[in-house]
T-cell receptor
């Protein structure tokens, strides 16, 4: 049981490039989330999904897109990368209840130069 | 909207001593909860402890306990007998419940350094 896995662990992008951050969970959780963590800050929600085929915006969605074609996978797409997207990105999953623990992946450290 | 405030950017404690990390919250929900997560230098987020607003007793998990004071809207994390491995960032968070989904609202965190 690997939990939540994310790839890649590190990535450097040039301004204007695009990339997809991968997230997979093997706990059969319906709820999945993407957060970003800027230096010295807590996490902010980018997008979330309550099940396959259902996604919605969080607090800071601009510059990102997501899809959820399966229960297991929840990729995050960055189009036209900007320096403001330099951050650490965390994927998380949960059974869905608000008072249930969210399980986090190890994070992806992204730098946009 | 929910808000979490962690007023201590950094805390220092000696090994084997106890330390309290502060967290105050602001929520309009009748029912709510507070989570604490640990983030070591390796970067992953590790769940530590959870307190529900209607729980009659303060939550405990091994060396971690939660000093929950509803009237003060505080949910402070107490770490007893600190260990070197406790050096990390600690985040307080509360669920943000909307129709059909919920997410977590995080504070800015407190960096804890444990010295020998």
């Amino acid at each position: 049981n690997a939990g939540v896995t994310q790839t890649p662990k590190f990535r450097i992008l040039k301004i204007g490039q695009s990339m997809t951050l991968q997230c997979t969970q093997d706990m059969n959780h319906n709820y999945m989330y993407w957060y970003r963590q800027d230096p010295g800050m807590g996490l902010k929600l980018i997008y979330y999904s309550v099940g396959a085929g259902i996604t919605d915006k969080g607090e800071v969605p601009n510059g990102y897109n997501v899809s959820r074609s399966t229960t297991e996978d929840f990729p995050l797409r960055l189009e036209l990368a900007a320096p403001s997207q330099t951050s650490v990105y965390f994927c998380a999953s949960s059974t869905g209840g608000p008072y249930n623990e969210q399980f986090f992946g190890p994070g992806t450290r992204l730098t946009v130069l | 909207a929910q808000k979490i405030t962690q007023t201590q950017p950094g805390m220092f404690v000696q090994e084997k001593e106890a330390v309290t990390l502060d967290c105050t919250y602001d929520t309009s929900d009748q029912s709510y909860g507070l989570f604490w997560y640990k983030q070591p230098s390796s970067g992953e987020m590790i769940f530590l402890i959870y307190q529900g607003s209607y729980d009659e007793q303060n939550a405990t998990e091994g060396r971690y306990s939660l000093n929950f004071q509803k009237a003060r809207k505080s949910a402070n994390l107490v770490i007893s007998a600190s260990q070197l491995g406790d050096s990390a960032m600690y985040f307080c968070a509360t669920p943000h419940v909307k129709p059909g989904y919920s997410t977590l609202t995080f504070g800015k965190g407190t960096m804890l350094l444990v010295s020998p």
